[in-house]
């Protein structure tokens, strides 16, 4: 027999080997002395290395209770219930429309979640302060209600007349719009940013139709050179006369209860779409749409303050905003402030909210607490006790 | 098998396994409710091998970040100042240094050799440990060797290192 390799004498030493085996080397170690060398060695490093390993002992601690491990895993199966599996191709296929289908969709979806978002200080806010107003001309004032109505009316008067534009122009000659680039409606009380979005929104949306909008300023050039029927001017007029309206009609209605009820009802789907659109405001302008004070972390840098969705956060209501501020701490660790109002349920289970710490596999790490009727959250990916410790500074 | 018992049996053994592997224990403590968590959610056939499984794959997650990993520096600095004093400040000092060398050494070994030896440290035999970072059976003693020499040596080298500075200053 030839001597005896390390990783036998260690799994020897370890008591891993059959009978067999364990017979074969100890019949081999009684003959050989330089196995036996070797073997008192493997026994001695063993030994040397368990003891290093003892030294790293870590603090005695009392581990938090089952049940507390059963409710988390219990709220995570409520936030998110499983999914049933799917072949790797279906779930291809499926990106693969999605993509397309958000492609075809987000021309116009910006920002339809800051049309619909209602800010807890839009009570005594100013319409003209609101991020969707946009004025064309002077409209007569009209209640949440009449605006529903109005609204559906228009909504159902448009679908016709798309419908019935994408009928003439199937048989129009194929079209290219050379500077049809609409003017920029005039914000009014609104971020650059959001304006900016707005037009390009609009400008998506009218090209998806063929340069309808602005029609007056478009110049339609056809493929060959055939100008475009006057009927289908006339459908447009009426369409773009139509979007007129009801986004004047939207910028005048007051900021009420009235109007914000409807505005709450938008599927979550629609808003869980928009869940990456935070955009940066300056900390007052945050401050106004969140409805309260800013929130702050001392002594750490701020990077920027942005207004978000209030779907993307766990536990986020519906048609609030959130509000976040990034800060980097002196390791280059960005941690995140998020500020939400509660909704009355979160507030009435505000216990159930309040202290929780989220480990992330990712390594973030989610502190979560209730506060004087706002959700509060801090992420970064540093300890939960170093995330708790944080938590106690803000201020 | 009742996972309640398995947490009550085999938590602290998770907690010392990630804390020897990532070196903070606060986050040990996080990453083993996470294991827990999941467990739950998966319901496992073989609930130990398949915790050490995950936690084994969450550390190394955290280890691959780079932030955690100039945390980590900080907090061999930080757990060495923060460890109550013991009967001596020389004993304190000694033992402080003693943690400190032990876990650069581990640092020097490779992912593999690393957990193959934390698990034999928790009490996993060959099967398991095999089980767990899909190695074959026949590989573990070698795995372990190898692992037991180059820690041993590390530290070794750590230590000699440190007592020659201490002669240069």
Same mark, same amino acid.
């Given at each position: 027999m030839s001597h005896i390799d390390d990783g036998t004498l260690h799994e020897y030493l370890d008591g891993e080997l059959n009978d067999r085996r364990r017979a074969d080397v100890e019949a081999h170690i009684a003959d050989c002395i330089a196995c036996a060398e070797r073997l008192e060695s493997a026994e001695s490093l063993i030994g040397r290395a368990s003891g290093l390993m003892s030294e790293l002992e870590p603090e005695a601690s009392q581990p938090p209770p089952w049940t507390e491990i059963e409710e988390r895993a219990a709220a995570r199966a409520a936030r998110a219930p499983r999914k049933p599996r799917v072949g790797p191709w279906l779930a291809w296929a499926a990106s693969i429309v999605l993509a397309f289908g958000v492609g075809w969709l987000s021309h116009s979806s910006w920002p339809v979640w800051g049309d619909r978002m209602q800010s807890p200080a839009s009570q005594t806010v100013q319409p003209s302060a609101l991020p969707v107003a946009v004025e064309f001309e002077e409209r007569p004032n009209v209640t949440g209600e009449a605006f529903d109505d109005r609204a559906s009316a228009i909504a159902v008067e448009e679908t016709s007349l798309r419908s019935l534009a994408d009928q003439v122009e199937d048989q129009q000659?194929?079209?290219?719009?050379?500077?049809?680039?609409?003017?920029?409606?005039?914000?009014?009380?609104?971020?650059e940013q959001i304006g900016r979005e707005l037009?390009?929104?609009?400008?998506?949306?009218?090209?998806?139709?063929?340069?309808?909008?602005?029609?007056?300023?478009?110049?339609?050039v056809s493929a060959d050179e055939t100008p475009a029927e006057p009927a289908v001017d006339h459908l447009r007029d009426d369409v773009t006369r139509e979007r007129r309206e009801l986004t004047a009609a939207k910028a005048d209605v007051p900021a009420d209860a009235e109007f914000a009820a409807p505005m709450a009802q938008v599927s979550a789907e629609a808003e869980a779409?928009?869940?990456?659109?935070?955009?940066?405001?300056?900390?007052?302008?945050?401050?106004?749409?969140?409805?309260?004070?800013?929130?702050?972390?001392?002594?750490?840098?701020?990077?920027?303050?942005?207004?978000?969705?209030?779907?993307?956060?766990?536990?986020?209501?519906?048609?609030?905003?959130?509000?976040?501020?990034? !800060? +980097?701490?002196?390791?280059?660790?960005?941690?995140?402030?998020?500020?939400?109002? %509660?909704? $009355? #349920?979160?507030? @009435?289970?505000?216990?159930?909210?309040?202290?929780?710490?989220?480990?992330?596999?990712?390594?973030?790490?989610?502190?979560?607490?209730?506060?004087?009727? !706002? +959700?509060l959250t801090l992420a970064a990916e540093v300890s939960?006790?170093?995330?708790? %410790?944080? $938590? #106690?500074?803000? @201020? | 098998m009742d996972l309640s018992q398995v947490y009550r049996e085999h938590y602290r053994s998770l907690v010392r396994f990630l804390y020897r592997r990532i070196g903070d224990q606060a986050r040990a403590e996080d990453l083993a409710q996470e294991a827990f968590v999941r467990a739950l959610e998966h319901e496992p056939d073989k609930p130990r091998a398949w915790l050490f499984t995950v936690a084994a794959n969450l550390a190394r997650d955290e280890g691959r970040r780079s932030s955690v990993r100039r945390r980590h520096?900080?907090?061999?600095?930080?757990?060495?100042?923060?460890?109550?004093?013991?009967?001596?400040?020389?004993?304190?000092?000694?033992?402080?240094e003693t943690i400190q060398k032990v876990r650069a050494a581990l640092d020097q070994l490779?992912?593999?050799?690393?957990?193959?030896?934390?698990?034999?440290?928790?009490?996993?035999?060959?099967d398991e440990i095999a089980n767990v970072l899909g190695l074959s059976r026949g590989s573990v003693g070698t795995t372990l060797a190898r692992a037991r020499t180059r820690l041993a040596a590390a530290y070794e080298e750590i230590a000699t290192e440190g007592s020659d500075e201490d002669v240069a200053y």
């Open positions: 000659p194929v079209t290219s719009t050379v500077g049809a680039e609409p003017a920029a409606p005039p914000s009014r009380g609104v971020p037009a390009e929104a609009d400008r998506d949306d009218l090209a998806r139709r063929g340069g309808e909008g602005e029609a007056a300023e478009a110049k339609e779409n928009e869940v990456g659109r935070f955009f940066a405001v300056q900390p007052d302008e945050a401050a106004e749409w969140l409805g309260h004070q800013l929130r702050t972390l001392p002594d750490l840098q701020l990077q920027r303050v942005e207004v978000g969705p209030g779907a993307a956060l766990e536990d986020g209501v519906l048609g609030l905003p959130a509000v976040r501020l990034i !800060y +980097l701490d002196a390791a280059n660790n960005e941690i995140v402030l998020t500020m939400q109002q %509660a909704s $009355a #349920e979160q507030a @009435r289970e505000k216990d159930a909210l309040d202290a929780v710490l989220i480990g992330q596999p990712s390594g973030m790490n989610v502190y979560r607490w209730y506060e004087e009727g !706002y +959700l939960g006790d170093s995330l708790r %410790a944080l $938590a #106690e500074r803000v @201020r | 520096l900080t907090l061999i600095k930080a757990e060495a100042e923060a460890r109550p004093p013991e009967p001596g400040p020389e004993v304190a000092l000694e033992r402080r490779s992912d593999r050799d690393r957990e193959a030896l934390l698990l034999w440290e928790e009490g996993f035999n060959y």
